[in-house]
């Protein structure tokens, strides 16, 4: 994990040469849906392990079958809420709920509609009880524009006062960084990369295309339900 400079508590994972590959696989449009879910899951993990790093960790003594030894307890871990922004963190949920068991979880349902407007539409909520000895985690693998993450944040403060909020994602982009950052400076951002830039239609370049159609396949148009329309 290496600090990013240009930002306060934004982190990128570029020392991990095992998550540079991964992010490999996931940007190469040769991979297909099941190595790229398989990918999401992995890096869900990843980021598990490296978000306990940040936690607070205890020494307390342990008895082996032999003899009494110092051990740990990284207590927060049990105090972990993931909220998962359909689609595409679906499987890196499975990923970070192998590192976190005994996780609550907040499903949240966010479809960002086409440029230059980007509106966001969220039009399903479930989240469970959020304390302030919580640490939330929120996966959405793409930060692009960050309008996505701008309207979950400010939901799920709606819903507690938690003692941390950490984004999961996999890539990020300058500009949707620095608008999470600066509507909600407390947030802290844990990305594989920061990418170069965002293309007209806001997709990140070089990034790795559109991460729930990648994960899911193409979604059909048929859908009627007016919240769906209307951004379309
Ligand atoms: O930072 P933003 O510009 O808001 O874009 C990022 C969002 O775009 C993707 O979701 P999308 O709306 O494509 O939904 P999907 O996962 O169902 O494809 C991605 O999973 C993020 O949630
Ligand atoms: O590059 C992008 C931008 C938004 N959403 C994606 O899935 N990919
Ligand atoms: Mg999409």
Do not use: C
């Amino acid at each position: 994990m290496i600090k990013d400079g240009r930002w306060d508590g934004v982190y990128t994972m570029e020392d991990s040469p095992y998550l540079m590959e991964v992010l490999t696989e996931l940007r190469d449009k040769e991979t297909d849906s099941i190595p790229f879910r398989k990918g999401l899951v992995k890096f869900g993990r990843f980021m598990g392990y490296e978000i306990i790093k940040t936690m607070e960790i205890e020494k307390i003594t342990v008895e082996t079958p032999l003899e009494e030894t110092e051990g740990v307890v990284v207590r927060d871990r049990k105090n972990v809420v993931i909220i998962t922004v359909l689609r595409a963190a679906v499987p890196m949920m499975e990923g970070l709920v192998k590192v976190f068991e005994h996780a609550r979880i907040g499903i949240v349902s966010a479809v960002r509609g086409k440029a230059p407007e980007f509106r966001v539409e969220m039009n399903y909520i479930k989240v469970p009880h959020i304390s302030d000895e919580d640490t939330v985690i929120i996966a959405d693998p793409m930060i692009a524009t960050g309008s996505t993450l701008l309207e979950v944040i400010a939901e799920i403060k709606k819903y507690g006062s938690p003692k941390r909020i950490i984004v999961a994602g996999v890539l990020g982009s300058p500009e949707g960084i620095s608008r999470i950052k600066e509507k909600h400076p407390d947030v802290e951002i844990f990305v594989g990369k920061v990418d170069r830039e965002l293309n007209d239609d806001g997709y990140i370049l070089p990034g790795l295309g559109d991460a729930g159609d990648r994960a899911f396949g193409l979604p059909v148009k048929l859908s009627t339900l007016p919240q769906l329309r209307s951004i379309e």
